[in-house]
């Protein structure tokens, strides 16, 4: 089936470093990749997806390419802001089925 | 603005009442989906339904039931709440292709 594998947390950031978050997955078909963050008490929120290889993905800075040949989806950010911490979730949908699957989630802490 | 609506944000209730959650969608989305999120367990899937009463178990789906009478709405059923059942729940819609999915904000659900 199909499955999503993420960097485990916590990843602990000063102000205005670069942030990397891997992610991999595994699925039939084409898949779409999406990125989700949630603040503290919030639902998931979409951050940005890509329906295609190749397609890069943006958002507030934020950003993922669609990598087929290597199976992965890693989100980056050039300076990350206090604001940014939250869980991130990578996900898929449409590979074996129409359902989302989900990785486990990385907890971003950025300090001042 | 797309929205995915979910009845409460909080709930409180008591071990053996039937608990409804509702959710609503105003993306004319066919597949929805029922979500529980638990510290260290990540996000699993209780219930999706990919078309108007339609209905497939996910990963947990005992103790929970659901309804989709219309498209717009998917209903999580408790038929008696159990102190197990205390958790984050969380509504999502997706288009048919795959191509878009978005989250509602969340019931926090406390059972006593």
């Known amino acids: 089936g199909d499955s999503v594998t993420q960097m485990e947390g916590p990843v602990t950031l000063s102000e205005e470093a670069f942030l990397t978050i891997n992610c991999t997955y595994t699925?039939?078909?084409?898949?779409?990749l999406f990125w989700y963050v949630q603040y503290p008490g919030e639902g998931l929120q979409l951050l940005l997806k890509?329906?295609?290889?190749?397609d890069k993905g943006s958002n507030k800075g934020f950003e993922a390419t669609y990598r087929k040949e290597t199976t992965s989806f890693h989100l980056e950010k050039g300076s990350v802001q206090v604001s940014d911490s939250a869980v991130y979730f990578c996900?898929?949908?449409?590979?074996?089925?129409?359902?989302?699957?989900f990785g486990k989630g990385t907890l971003l802490t950025v300090n001042p | 603005d797309v929205k995915v609506t979910q009845s409460s944000r909080y709930l409180v209730k008591r071990t053996g009442e039937k608990v409804f959650l509702e959710c609503v969608q105003d993306?004319?989305?066919?597949?929805m989906f029922w979500y529980r999120q638990d510290p260290g367990l990540g996000l699993r899937l209780i219930y999706f339904?990919?078309?108007?009463?339609?209905?497939e178990k996910g990963d947990i789906p005992e103790g929970y039931s659901v309804s989709r009478e219309k498209k717009e709405r998917f209903s999580l059923i408790l038929e008696s709440a159990s102190t197990n059942q205390t958790s984050m729940y969380l509504c999502?819609?997706?288009?048919?292709?795959?191509?878009?999915?978005?989250f509602g904000q969340g019931t926090r659900l406390t059972v006593v």
């Open positions: 890509a329906t295609k290889a190749d």
């Open positions: 699925a039939t078909g084409y898949p779409s």
């Open positions: 996900a898929l949908s449409g590979g074996s089925n129409y359902k989302l699957t």
């Open positions: 999502a819609s997706m288009d048919r292709g795959g191509r878009e999915a978005f």
């Open positions: 339904s990919y078309d108007v009463k339609m209905k």
């Open positions: 993306m004319d989305h066919e597949n």
